[in-house]
Structure formats: structure tokens, C-alpha cells
């Protein structure tokens, strides 16, 4: 597709629920980002992803967040035991990333808003 | 960790005229400097990015200045127009982590 694209848009879920995000990235880009946005605040980092590895996971906020990426393509960020606290919008990003050592333009998706009951 | 600063958190403008966003970091090893515009329920979009081997990058109407010593960079946008207001967000990243890390964003108003 020409860009990132997640789903759903929002959703809406009772506390102790648990919800899954999807990514799909720009094709061909190897990096794979997850960032959190609570409302009126900049985005804050969860996750990255350099194809199929998760090298980067100290952003997740507790055990109940779970993020892969299986094929190196799309992505699946998963919340376990929703809380209130997980309201937000959450947003993938994605880059071209072809060496770890390469700080490339990541490109954000429309982001999923989770509301949690 | 890093922590990037941004201020003023709103700037109000008439038409025509510049703004400037300032941000701070405190990482001396951050390489990396990207501006992001997010309208209301939108993507956050990148409008332009600095490395920390450049002082200065222009595109048309929007630049952006990188004081490595000082560390600290701003974005400046000339001949300000209505569909400029927007969120502005800055932020920070170093070589070897790919994680971007934003500042609290500056919310623009172009007033006609």
C-alpha cells in the first residue's frame, strides 16, 4: 500500500478484556515501530522491530503488552487485562531501517484508539 | 535516557508571519532530528529531519537550525498560512536506537 495502514481505526472494550492492534507497513520498509499517544501529549515509544526480531521492547509499559511480527511484515501489538489507563491512541510507524545503525524517516499509520471502559 | 524539551507549548500568529519552535535535548549522542506536523485525529507527518552533520536544512517555507553545543534545535515556518496551524512535534533519536523520543508539542494557530 502507499502507506501505513492499521486497524482498527478505534475500538471500544470493557476493562479486563483483551484487545489486538494490527500494522501493515510500507512495503519494504524493515522497521516496525509501535509508539503510544495519550491525548494532547507526544507520542511515547513502546516497541521496534528490525524484520521478524524485536530488538527493542523497553517502552512496553508492563507484561500485559505483547508486540510481534512474525514474518517480518505485519505487526500485532496485544493487550492482555485492559485498564483504564490504556486508553489512547496507539500508532505504528515504519522505515526503510536496512542497518541497525541507520536513523531513517519513519512514517506513521492513522493510529488505532483504544478506549477501555 | 534522552528527554527532549519543546516550548512554547502555544503559539498564536497572524497570517504571513513566522513562527518559531524551539526544542531542547539532553542525549549528546542523539544524531537524529525529526519534525513531525498532526492535525486533530490525524498522523503525526513528517515535514522535515536534520542530521547532526548538517547545521541548517531548508525546504521551501520551513527550515530547521541544529546547535549541536548548545543542543538544542528549532523549526521555523515563514509566511505563515491558515492550513499551517497544526500540532508540532520534535524529537530526538541516536544511532544504534531507532526509537524516536518527542517533545510535549507545540499547538500552532494561523490566524487569517
Known amino acids: 500500500g502507499a502507506g501505513v495502514s492499521q486497524s482498527p481505526r478505534y475500538k471500544v472494550a470493557k476493562r479486563g478484556q483483551d484487545v489486538a492492534l494490527r500494522c501493515d507497513p510500507i512495503?519494504?520498509?524493515?522497521?516496525l515501530f509501535w509508539y503510544q499517544q495519550a491525548l494532547g501529549q507526544g507520542p511515547e515509544f513502546l516497541t521496534y522491530?528490525?524484520?521478524?526480531?524485536?530488538?527493542?521492547k523497553s517502552g512496553l509499559p508492563s507484561d500485559r503488552f505483547f508486540a510481534e511480527r512474525p514474518e517480518g511484515s505485519v505487526s500485532t501489538l496485544k493487550i492482555q487485562r485492559t485498564q483504564q489507563e490504556d486508553s489512547a491512541v496507539y500508532l505504528c510507524?515504519?522505515?526503510?531501517?536496512?542497518?541497525?545503525?541507520?536513523?531513517?524517516?519513519?512514517?506513521f499509520g492513522d493510529g488505532t484508539r483504544l478506549s477501555i471502559l | 535516557g534522552e528527554n527532549v524539551e519543546q516550548h512554547p507549548s502555544t503559539l498564536s500568529v497572524q497570517e504571513g508571519d513566522s513562527a518559531v519552535i524551539k526544542c531542547t535535548y539532553s542525549?549528546?549522542?542523539?544524531?537524529?532530528f525529526p519534525w513531525y506536523k498532526q492535525e486533530l485525529g490525524k498522523r503525526p507527518q513528517l515535514i522535515i529531519d536534520?542530521?547532526?552533520?548538517?547545521g541548517e536544512k531548508k525546504d521551501q517555507r520551513i527550515a530547521v537550525t541544529l546547535n549541536k553545543t548548545a543542543k538544542h534545535f528549532s523549526l521555523h515556518i515563514t509566511e505563515t498560512q491558515p492550513e499551517d496551524s497544526a500540532v508540532y512535534f520534535c524529537a530526538a533519536s541516536k544511532m544504534g536506537f531507532q526509537k524516536l523520543v518527542f517533545g510535549t508539542g507545540t499547538r500552532l494557530l494561523v490566524s487569517p
Open positions: 522491530f528490525q524484520n521478524e526480531a524485536q530488538l527493542d
Open positions: 512495503s519494504g520498509h524493515v522497521s
Open positions: 510507524a515504519s522505515s526503510l531501517g536496512r542497518t541497525v545503525d541507520s536513523n531513517q524517516p519513519q512514517h
Open positions: 542525549d549528546s549522542a542523539s544524531n537524529y
Open positions: 536534520i542530521r547532526s552533520n548538517v
